[in-house]
């Protein structure tokens, strides 16, 4: 028997909730290659599954909440319809993925997403009825570098953790992507942190990097200078962590300074780890000293 309890949170989360259950292989590819900057999660399992009904209220409640920090869209999909299709290659239920928007919108002059059935030819139209979507063709197709799975406890907290952390990280790589490539600027936002890339990219870290035309691609034309950037980065974060902890204990104006410590050493991290960007995507073979990640923000 249910407690009041339980069932006035099972009501609660069932009114929020916005899971879409995914009736055919072409909704569920228009959801995730629909060129917006929607993250999608996705939900894998059976009917017969019994952690799979445990987790059913838990998913729920998940997509209900509003705490996230970029748009995501709840989807489920159930294996015993699309076992040898979307479910192929999911080792077991219930698995939940989280698929990340695409960087450039797909353009397809001739997909069925995007084309007047009545202009496609009787075959086709039958072949897409009877067959599904035709996997040669990319629209129907999700990158493996855009799939990261949830690997933790079927728990609120861990999903929430395991969202907001890989959102985080995919939206910092689309930015330091936007500032190094160009791409893809229309739709990332002027922020405070968008805007003191941009400006050290043209002041330093351009300046140390040469555009081939004939390779199209970035190379780095003083590793010297690059690597004395990121040391100096290094120690200037951990001499702004280091005074940040000393004044802990102050109050007023000196508590105000060391906020101010705070905010310099975070603008630092994501400078550095926008030159380990830099680098990994230039030169694979670049000599790393420091990654933003071994400077924690325990550190700060």
Known sequence: MFSIVQVFVLFICSVGAVVTHIQ?????????????????????FTQWCTHCKLMKPVYEELSALDTYKAPLQFVEVDCELFGSSLCSGVPGYPMVKLITPLDEPLS???SPLTTEAGNLPLWRRLWEKMWGPSYSNPLYQVASDRIIEFKGRRNLPSFQNFL????????LRRLFDSVLFGHPAERQPLTEPSLTLHYYYNETVSPMLNWSPDRNEYAINDDKLFQSEIRLLENVIRTAASTAAGDGDRDGDDRAASDSQRDIAETLRLKLGFLNHVAEAVSPNFEHFASPNDITRDEL
């Open 24 to 44: 055919t292989q072409e909704q569920f590819f228009n959801l995730v290659n629909n060129g917006t900057a929607t993250y999608t999660v996705v939900k894998y």
């Open 108 to 110: 397809l002059s001739d």
């Open 164 to 171: 907001n952390a890989a959102v985080s990280q995919n939206e």
